[in-house]
């Protein structure tokens, strides 16, 4: 199914998250499901339709400004800060709402990547209680469900929607400026700062960071912002390597100090552009509101951990546990057994294969197998099956065509032991 034709059902603003189903779905499934999010979620706001060219069901979800609030303050979303209040990024809290920069704007508030950020966090979260079951899935009690029952193929997939508005913004800053030549001498400000600006022709046109940040998330924006900076600071080992590479000699000796010369200058080159990054990251970092992110033993569990209920020694908060012994206990006597096993076996498989093709060695010619003092050269493969003349031709490239149905197989049952012990890891 096109994601295109469900960007133009409804407008982005009815609608953050798209969860699809497959056309096969019953009507017990999608009660079942509506029903769970509706009760275990009753900030979201979620509408079923139909769409009528593929014949498939889906749930759209969205959620009102005081539930998204709420969810903000549950989620620990860091939001800017006014200047009247020390500005600054700080944990969104509903208690002072009031110190937050646009908080009266319902619309341009919350970015369309932290609705959706938001309304993600909950669905993950919507946990089954004990003995719940949907057809032939039985439910662990605290166990995600829709993961699950996306894993299950019950969900088809579960994606947000695209604004068109910020999209067709982004295309005429961002994309457009690419094929849009900038005047001379102009730096190029978005992809560095400090003390490796230079001037725009030798550099890639300005990203809009802050908008790629807004929209997409941190992790894209810092990325684009990385790339401009290293293409920018590229430009010196580049002008310098030319330069060297012009006034060399045609004579070894100058050659090699020319390569001990441009290997220093590499050298001093990276240690600076590391340290430069360094503190351009950590910029990018404080201003996006990542610098001081909490440490991963504060963070909460990703949906699919099972366990059991317990009160955390370190936040004093419910949380799901399960003992580290028992995890490597199934790491030892599960996990390495089966990796080793599997390597073994097709270790033997292509063992047999190879001495398929090879075959025995036969005796020199002209002399018995005993008298024979020197190995003769290994054969080639495939000749003692093509040295068979009675064979069709086929046939004696049996061995290797018996070999590549064995490596597909393989990579299936592979596959699904993997997925299996991922599963299993998820304790």
Same mark, same amino acid.
């Given at each position: 199914m096109s994601h295109k034709a469900w960007m133009k059902t409804v407008p982005t603003e009815n609608c953050d998250v798209l969860m699809t189903f497959p056309d096969t779905t019953d009507d017990h499934t999608l009660l079942w499901l509506l029903n769970h999010i509706r009760l275990g979620i009753p900030e979201l706001i979620v509408q079923v339709r139909h769409h009528k060219h593929t014949r498939v069901y889906a749930f759209f979800v969205t959620a009102t400004y005081e539930s998204l609030l709420r969810g903000a303050d549950e989620i620990g979303l860091r939001k800017p800060v006014k200047a009247e209040f020390g500005g600054g990024m700080r944990s969104f809290s509903c208690e002072e709402d009031y110190i937050y920069e646009n908080i009266e704007?319902?619309?341009y508030f919350f970015t369309s990547q932290e609705r959706q950020n938001i309304i993600r966090y909950w669905l993950e979260n919507l946990r089954a209680k004990q003995g719940e079951s949907l057809h032939n899935i039985h439910f662990l009690e605290g166990q995600p469900i829709i993961p699950e029952l996306a894993a299950r193929g019950v969900i088809q997939q579960v994606f947000p929607l695209h604004e068109q508005r910020i999209l067709k913004r982004l295309m005429k800053s961002w994309v457009q400026a690419i094929c849009e030549a900038q005047p001379l001498g102009t730096v190029s400000r978005g992809w560095h700062g400090g003390g490796l600006g230079v001037p725009a022709p030798l550099t890639p046109p300005s990203a809009p960071v802050d908008e790629i940040c807004d929209y997409f998330g941190v992790k894209i924006a810092m990325y684009f912002a990385w790339l401009g900076f290293y293409t920018s600071?590229?430009?010196?080992?580049?002008?310098?390597?030319?330069?060297?590479?012009t006034f060399t000699e045609s004579d070894q000796t100058s050659q090699d100090i020319c390569c001990v010369v441009f290997a220093i200058f590499?050298?001093?080159?990276?240690? %600076?552009?590391?340290?430069?990054?360094?503190?351009?990251?950590a910029e990018f970092a404080y201003k996006w509101g990542t610098l001081d992110t909490p440490a991963e033993s504060i963070e909460e569990p990703r949906p699919q951990f099972r366990g059991v209920k317990r009160i955390s020694p370190v936040t004093s908060a419910e949380e799901f546990y399960y003992p580290p012994w028992k995890r490597l206990l199934f790491q030892c006597l599960v996990s390495l057994p089966v990796c080793l096993s599997c390597l073994f076996f097709v270790f033997l498989l292509m063992l047999g294969c190879f001495q398929l093709q090879v075959g025995p060695r036969p005796a020199r010619a002209g002399l018995p197998a005993p008298c024979v003092l020197t190995p003769s050269p290994s054969p080639s493969p495939q000749e003692f099956v093509l040295s068979i003349q009675e064979l069709p031709r086929i046939i004696r490239f049996l061995p290797k065509i018996v070999l590549a149905v064995i490596v597909s197989a393989c990579d299936e049952v592979y596959k699904k032991i993997a997925y299996? %012990?991922?599963?299993m890891g998820a304790w």
């Open positions: 704007n319902e619309l600071a590229m430009v010196y080992p580049a002008v310098f390597g030319s330069i060297l590479y590499n050298v001093i080159w990276a240690t %600076l552009f590391l340290e430069e990054w360094k503190r351009r990251g299996w %012990l991922n599963d």
